[in-house]
């Protein structure tokens, strides 16, 4: 029962972060921006950019562009929801699917140093020079379904336990 449990929690888990990657697909197709994490807009209608940021709410007015990493915190709810294990699985998969291949299994709990070079990684790739939003925009409609075959991967492990008991 612990097994089935534990594969039930984590096909919901699976679906969440599927929405997330959605929704910072929706972000990203409404404005794009490299070399920041955000671009907002003030009360007077003026754009600045935002770069790395602390944690808590840094944004001074709506979001105008975002780039991949700062598309899907937006999409999570914000900069204070970067530790959340939605958000941070959410990179997981966006690096698994640019880096590995779509046989492998995500790697869901990197250890600290790799998930911050994971992150970094997501950002160069962003940032490079010739990168377009449709590029981002690609990448994570390919995340998400990467995470349907992560969601039909987990229903075989379930029908296999509930199987077996």
């Known amino acids: 029962m612990a097994a089935q449990d534990r594969l039930s929690a984590q096909l919901a888990e699976l679906r969440q972060i599927r929405e997330l990657v959605a929704a910072a697909r929706d972000v990203v ?15 007077h209608g003026r754009h600045h950019e935002v770069g790395v940021l602390p944690k808590g709410d840094l944004r001074s007015g709506p979001v105008a562009r975002a780039c991949l990493v700062g598309a ?77 075959g992560e969601v039909v991967r987990s229903r075989h492990q379930l029908a296999e336990v509930a199987d077996s008991a």
């Open 29 to 43: 197709a409404a404005g794009w921006v490299q070399d920041a994490w955000y671009v907002c807009r003030d009360a």
């Open 72 to 148: 899907i915190l937006q999409a999570g709810g914000g900069v204070a929801t970067v530790d959340t294990q939605r958000v941070q699985r959410t990179f997981d998969l966006i690096w698994h699917t640019l880096h590995r291949s779509e046989r492998e299994p995500v790697r869901w709990c990197p250890a600290p140093h790799l998930r911050a070079q994971q992150l970094r990684d997501l950002v160069q790739w962003n940032d490079r020079p010739g990168r377009t939003g449709a590029d981002v925009e690609a990448l994570l409609c390919s995340a998400e379904q990467r995470a349907d």
